[in-house]
């Protein structure tokens, strides 16, 4: 069955617009509605458990990067991605469309206003991305996922409500296990992640870091960390020398659990990994990636640390020494880690996906009554 029980999702490749996506198509199926994914190839890594009936791939890049060539070839990549999202909605017929970001969604939205569907937009971050700011002229609604919604036109349509940001059911789980801060004598379980554009900024500066603490402290490490392949190797040899117990591995499928494992968690600011953190309520050292589009992780990081939830460190400012110092203070004060993963439960909404199907709900309902 396609129509008026299809929804379509369309998000960029990354974790950061696919996980809220997913988070997204749980709800609308618990709700008896059908989901088409729209993605890339990138985005499809991230797909394995997306709940989707149908899905298909576009190609898509930025027009924001590069010089003339490349930004001609972007050009051409998004045209084609709009002609192949205008034949299968031709031939779907989706219900509604809704686009979360990453340039890979921008033709489905175009496609939707082109038609006539009903679609809305969701923002995961503390910025309106570029590629959402171009989607929402026809949209319904801007759903935004933090308080503060920064480079949000000052006229929109479009119905501005703050919803959170959709977590997955893996996440929901892991946020039933509470914290439990590290005991005099006992092991202190260190999750470090950085996504495939951080993992080598902490490859080079955590084990360092690591190296460095005390050594009645580092024979209590048990360290976590997310590397890329080519790295493994001598991120191992480093914390064999600092005489740390490591598990390594380029990336972790269950990563929401590991979160909830830990006692201090190292990471970026994605939207994504700000929110999961505030949901499982766990203290982060949280370092924005610096050239993140109109440095958006900066304004994600301000809802922890702003909460005395996170310590946040800017990229430049993130030295071994510096590390060293956060880790120490933080790793032998277990009262202010639990207060500080009490400060992170729930600091940004909860139930963001329900809102989210509400508002989904809203306007599927409202254009069948116009059509009618």
């Known amino acids: 069955m396609t129509g008026p029980r299809l929804i379509a999702l369309a998000a960029g490749g990354t974790g950061g617009h696919m996980f809220p996506a997913e988070a997204l198509a749980q709800e609308l199926k618990r709700r008896g509605y059908r989901v088409l994914l729209i993605t890339d190839a990138r985005g499809d890594r991230y797909a394995a458990h997306f709940p989707a009936d149908e899905k298909f791939l576009i190609s898509a890049a930025s027009p924001s990067v590069g010089g003339p060539i490349a930004k001609a ?39 939707a206003a082109m038609t006539g569907v009903p679609h809305g937009v969701h923002e995961q971050n503390g910025v309106l991305g570029r590629a959402n700011r171009m989607s929402i002229g026809a949209a319904s609604f801007l759903a935004h996922g933090f308080p503060v919604l920064d480079k949000r036109p000052e006229r929109v349509r479009a119905d501005v409500v703050e919803v959170g940001n959709p977590v997955r059911d893996a996440v929901r789980k892991a946020a039933a296990q509470l914290y439990d801060p590290p005991r005099e ?40 960390q997310q590397a890329r392949e ?14 740390v117990e ?22 970026r600011a994605g939207a994504s990994t700000v929110t999961e953190l505030a949901a499982i309520g766990r203290p982060s050292i949280l370092v924005p990636l610096a050239i993140a589009m109109d440095d958006h992780q900066t304004g994600n990081a301000r809802a922890l640390a702003d909460a005395g939830a996170a310590i946040r460190i800017n990229e430049k400012e993130f030295t071994a020494e510096a590390l060293a110092r956060a880790l120490e203070g933080l790793l032998t004060a277990p009262g202010r ?12 909404k909860s139930d963001a996906a329900s809102a989210l199907a509400d508002l989904v709900d809203k306007i599927v309902s409202e254009n069948r009554k116009a059509a009618a």
């Open 185 to 224: 004598g006992e092991p202190v379980r260190l999750l470090v992640f950085g996504g495939s554009q951080g993992a080598s900024l902490f490859s080079t500066v955590v084990p360092a870091a690591v190296e460095s603490l005390p050594e009645a402290l580092r024979k209590r490490l048990k360290v976590v």
């Open 73 to 111: 070839a972007a050009a051409i990549s998004l045209a084609g991605g709009l002609m192949k999202v205008l034949s299968e909605f031709r031939r779907l017929k989706p219900a509604a469309v809704v686009g979360f970001g990453g340039y890979p969604s921008f033709p489905a939205m175009r496609a």
């Open 246 to 267: 490591a598990e390594l591995a380029p990336f972790y499928k269950d990563l929401p659990m590991r979160i909830a494992g830990a006692h201090l968690v190292i990471a």
């Open 337 to 348: 880690l639990e207060a500080m993963a009490a400060a992170a439960k729930n600091r940004v």
């Open 230 to 243: 080519n790295e493994i190797e001598t991120l191992a040899g480093a914390y064999r020398q600092a005489q």
